[in-house]
């Protein structure tokens, strides 16, 4: 038995051992570099025939509810094409008017006229009308399933796992099941947009009934009410607020679906254009498009969210606004029925910049050439070749300028040894073990290293940070990566995303840190991160693949300009929500703000930054996937192989993966997040 | 002591009421019989039930609530008296025992008398005070009458002259966020009255109040308990409030009760250390009374001035200071009760002298 205090350090050392090893002798055993292929078991076959199976069975049943569901939606798109668009906008900045002032109004009228002048009206309201019918289902499901969790402690048992596994498992990759059983049409749109988006009601809907303060359940009780007076007339409207934002995240949710599913196709609305435009290289009208879903989404988002933080009024004026909104629509309803113009937009009034902007693009990237090209190769060369296949290979003389000679490897050694021995004999022993370990892998690159060792470390890793039950989770989830054949995908998603985390983790907590330093930076991070978490996460994709074409190093970027938000959130909000105390205690002790931030805030802090930390990775693996669209080879493209050749086996298998590896980063780093809140006894709210 | 009084007097009767929180504790008692025997019986239970890791939040509490009374029910944190004010009107349901409310068990009423009960006869006001936060002040007052199903008109004219008798009038559109802590209470308290309930339950209505507001409130509370003549229960944790306030009061422990008496009673004979405790803190002069002291025996002198038995010690110390003979004690009804000179004051509030210096010879 080795004692508690040198185990840690000597199995990270037997690690790296281990790769090194095992590296060397893959070389002679095919078996240890590659997964041998006779070996893997094949679940696609067995899900293929299971999903063949239930489409014998239960097809015509899907079919048939899809038909029915089907119809909603075309009346929503019949009522939205019917209805004069002058009445639609006004309709808007009425609700934004009444919702939160005139700057929402403002807000919503210009957004809707942008749709108008750049000529998406039509497919803006496709996109809208599945909306439409599908936030009142996923809120109404959601709801009578956060009341059934609320009130039966087995019920909500139940429903949780559900939840984390709908909101976990990548979007893409569950609307393949619902392709396979609805068929090709609308309804696949809409089924997916429900099941999506009604997780966050439940959550909220059970979060806001239980933090209804007892007292006041309790004066209801002594007010003598009946248990269903008692849940309308007490409960449901305490928890009022919360249940509302489940609306608000509902909505988000379900549009950011639609546009997802927009990807089968056929559907004529707006995310459609901005991938068929995407495909088309005509990046001027995909960012058009793109702009148009950004301001629904922010349009949606602000409105809901003004309903939900309203405070409630007497009930005494509160109806006449109503009275004389119906009567303004009436008034414009009655005026585009005499000018044309008010009821169809004009066609020559249409505004196309696109060509245009295509034009001026061309030309930028053809004037910033060799900046372009220098920012590439340089991050793909000097970061994201030796991390994926080692400093071994990615060091030749036309990436580096030199080669790896025996001396150069030797010196490399000597230098990893070094920084090693120096953290060991400054009692560090793990920081040296973990040194060795870093310089082992990034020799040898993460696509090289031999599966059974980076296994090992991996599970090794969740059990140091979570304990036994995750480690077997983890080896579990690993084995089913391995088995099913999708091992090399997996460490190509691993080494993308991880690239991307990290970069967004150490961007992203010095912006924090500095946001929390200075109000100005702060002010200037808020609404870009606003608009970067409520942009569905498609838009996101266009400008850098305008500028750096497709490629992983665009995927990268992409993926760092969505993960980077929580990392800079949490770590903000870390900073400035530290105990009031403490930080006067530190002042009268005489810090200096240095010394402040170093010594006291940061350490402080920590839990709050290890949940950015947590928030960042989950962010950086949902955007993976939509990532793939521009050229990535990991799990991601498998999820488009399987939904581009209805192969559900296959996608399947790398959604589950994915959803695996999200739930396992996930349960590391709250991990050592809620270690640290017990250790100071300080609790970290959600951002 | 409790044995005068005729059952006729009494509104509400706790009787060996035990709750018990964990897994089945039914098993411990013979079907809902709180009655297990004596004191010490109900102790050995109690450890019992500890040692089988279920928690006893109140054990064996009887006592008895007398028309028109202000029963307090005093204890610190964690002693079972919020429980216990629970159980009276089945918010919590007691594990075993009886509650009599105008002599008909309480825990026998099915879950629409018991509503029926709530509606009729009880109000309460709690801590936090438990204010609707979407309602404005007067639907917040006029919230007991609308699950009744009394119009909006009759409620809203009910709920207006609640506000008016606690001091509010003006502030009804205000919504419980908008006011003051005292404000509130004063909503809460409304509330609880608007149903003209005969049993009040107030649990540590003033509790989450600063200092001065409190005083004002108990003032307030004791001038509105004049003109209305409830029976009331009250709960709090401040063994000064319990004084200025109580009629009689129980001071409990651990779930159980240690004593039951006038405010006086307690202080001149605690029932054991842990009630001496408390009364140390205590300025006896403004709690003792004439009454307490007057000896029937001591001999009157013609010249002797006379006092109401209820006049509190401190306010007779002028005049004991000049009189050295002393005062005479009359009852309420102008009988007299015996005399009092400065020695009897000195005597009675030596007795609560826990550490005496030693006096060298």
Redesign the interface.
């Known amino acids: 038995m080795i004692a508690q205090e040198i185990r840690q350090p000597v199995i990270w050392s037997a690690l790296a051992v281990l790769a090194l090893v095992l590296w060397l002798a893959s070389g002679s055993i095919d078996a240890l570099a590659k997964f041998p292929a006779d070996w893997v078991l094949a679940p696609t076959a067995v899900m293929n025939a299971f999903m063949e199976r239930c489409v014998e069975l239960f097809g015509p049943a899907f079919k048939a509810v899809g038909w029915v569901l089907e119809w909603p939606v075309r009346w929503a798109q019949m009522l939205l094409h019917a209805l004069p668009w002058s009445v639609i906008a006004t309709f808007f900045v009425l609700l934004g008017w009444f919702g939160a002032g005139w700057r929402l109004a403002l807000f919503a009228g210009v957004s809707l006229l942008y749709m108008a002048v750049i000529g998406y009206w039509g497919e803006s309201m496709n996109t809208l009308a599945i909306v439409l019918i599908s936030v009142p289902m996923a809120v109404l499901v959601g709801f009578a399933f956060g009341v059934l969790g609320f009130y039966s402690e087995r019920a909500k048992r139940i429903i949780m796992p559900i939840l984390d596994l709908l909101q976990t498992i990548p979007a893409f990759a569950y609307l393949l099941p619902i392709l396979i059983l609805f068929g090709f049409g609308t309804t696949v749109g809409l089924v997916a947009s429900v099941l999506y988006a009604f997780p966050p009601m439940v959550r909220n809907t059970i979060l806001g009934l239980r933090a209804v ?1 007892g ?2 359940v ?9 248990p269903w ?1 008692l849940f309308w ?2 409960r449901l ?2 928890a ?1 607020k919360q249940v509302l934002l489940g609306v608000n995240q509902s909505t988000m949710a379900s549009l950011s679906m639609v546009i997802i599913a927009s990807i089968i196709g056929g559907t004529n609305d707006i995310g459609w254009e901005v991938l068929s435009t995407m495909r088309k290289a005509d990046f001027g009208a995909s960012l058009l498009a793109g702009f148009v879903i950004a301001l629904i989404a922010m349009a949606l988002d602000r409105i809901t969210y003004a309903y939900a933080m309203k ?2 009024e ?1 009930d005494g004026p509160a109806r006449s606004p109503w009275i004389v909104g119906g009567a303004v629509l009436l008034g414009v309803a009655a005026l585009s029925l005499v000018i044309p113009a008010l009821n169809e937009w004009p066609k020559n009034f249409v505004w196309n910049p696109a060509p245009a902007m295509n034009a001026a693009l061309e030309k930028a990237v053809v004037d910033w050439r060799l900046w372009i090209e220098a920012i590439k190769n340089s991050a793909f060369f000097y970061v994201m070749l030796p991390i994926k296949i080692g400093l071994g290979q990615a060091v030749s003389p036309f990436t580096w300028g030199f080669a790896l000679t025996p001396m150069l490897k030797a010196g490399y050694a000597a230098f990893v040894l070094a920084a090693a021995g120096w953290a060991y004999f400054r009692n560090r022993a793990t920081l040296a073990s973990l040194i060795l370990l870093w310089g082992v892998v990034s020799f040898i690159g993460l696509t090289n290293t031999p599966w059974p060792a980076l296994f090992a470390i991996i599970v090794y890793a969740a059990y140091v940070t979570a304990g036994r039950g995750l480690a077997i989770g983890t080896a579990l989830a690993l084995a089913f990566l391995i088995l099913a054949g999708v091992w090399p995908q997996s460490v190509l998603s691993l080494y993308l995303c991880g690239i991307a985390v990290l970069i967004s983790f150490v961007v992203g907590t010095a912006i924090g840190i500095w946001a929390s330093e200075s109000r100005i930076v702060s002010a200037i991070m808020r609404p870009i991160m606003d608009t970067l978490q409520t942009m569905p996460l498609f838009v996101i994709l266009i400008p850098f693949v305008m500028v750096f074409k497709i490629g992983e190093f665009t995927a990268l970027l992409a993926v760092i300009a969505y993960a980077i938000v929580p990392a800079i959130r949490y770590t903000e909000h870390g900073l400035r929500n530290l105990p009031g105390e403490v930080i006067e205690a530190a002042e009268t002790i005489g810090c200096s703000r240095w010394q402040m931030l170093l010594r006291v805030k940061l350490p402080l802090a920590l839990p709050a930054i290890m949940l950015g930390l947590n928030q960042t990775i989950i962010y950086g693996i949902g955007m993976l996937v939509i990532a793939a669209l521009v050229g990535t080879n990991g799990l991601g493209q498998q999820i488009y192989i399987g939904l581009g050749d209805g192969d559900f086996g296959v996608g399947m298998t790398a959604g589950i993966g994915m959803a695996a590896i999200a739930m396992i980063a996930d349960r590391m780093t709250q991990a050592v997040s809620r270690r640290r809140q017990e250790k100071y006894g300080l609790e970290v709210q959600a951002v | 002591m409790e044995s005068d009084v005729r059952s006729a007097d009494v509104k509400l009767s706790c009787r060996n009421v035990w709750k018990v929180y964990g897994k089945n504790p039914e098993r411990f008692f013979d079907g809902r019989r709180g009655d297990v025997g004596t004191e010490g019986d109900a102790r050995v239970l109690a450890d019992k039930l500890r040692e089988n890791d279920l928690i006893v939040a109140s054990a064996n509490v009887s006592f008895d609530v007398k028309v028109g009374e202000i029963f307090v029910i005093m204890g610190l944190s964690g002693s079972g008296k919020s429980t216990m004010v629970r159980c009276l009107s089945r918010i919590v349901e007691p594990t075993a025992g009886e509650i009599l409310l105008d002599g008909e068990n309480l825990l026998a009423a099915s879950k629409r008398e018991l509503i029926e009960y709530r509606r009729s006869k009880m109000g309460m006001v709690f801590q936090n005070f438990g204010l609707m936060p979407h309602l404005n002040v007067l639907d917040n007052v006029a919230f007991p009458l609308e699950v009744q199903g009394m119009d909006l008109k009759d409620r809203r004219t009910k709920a207006m002259e609640m506000i008016e008798r606690v001091g509010l009038s003006g502030r009804e559109g205000s919504f419980p966020a908008q006011l003051s802590g005292g404000q509130q209470q004063r909503v809460g308290i409304a509330r609880s009255l608007a149903v003209e309930p005969e049993l009040w339950f107030l649990d540590e209505p003033f509790s989450a109040l600063d200092p001065l507001i409190r005083r004002q409130m108990q003032d307030e509370f004791l001038r509105l308990q004049r003109e209305l003549h409830k029976s009331i229960v009250f709960i709090t944790h401040d063994f000064l409030e319990a004084l200025r306030i109580a009629d009689r009061m129980a001071i409990m422990r651990d779930g159980m009760v240690v004593q039951i008496g006038r405010p006086a009673d307690l202080i001149l004979n605690p029932a054991d250390d842990y009630v001496r405790e408390f009364t140390n803190d205590v300025p006896w002069e403004m709690v003792l009374t004439a009454g307490d002291i007057a000896d029937p025996d001591r001999p009157v002198v013609a010249g002797m001035g006379q006092v109401s038995a209820d006049t509190t010690v401190d306010l007779l110390l002028p005049y004991l200071a000049n009189h050295e003979a002393g005062v005479k004690v009359n009852d309420a009804g102008g009988n007299y009760l015996g005399a009092m000179n400065a020695m009897d004051v000195v005597k009675a509030l030596a007795s609560g002298v826990p550490e005496p210096v030693e006096v060298m010879a």
């Open positions: 303060p007292e006041i309790e004066a209801g009780v002594m007010s003598g009410t009946t007076q007339k007490v409207p305490a009022r405070p409630k007497i």
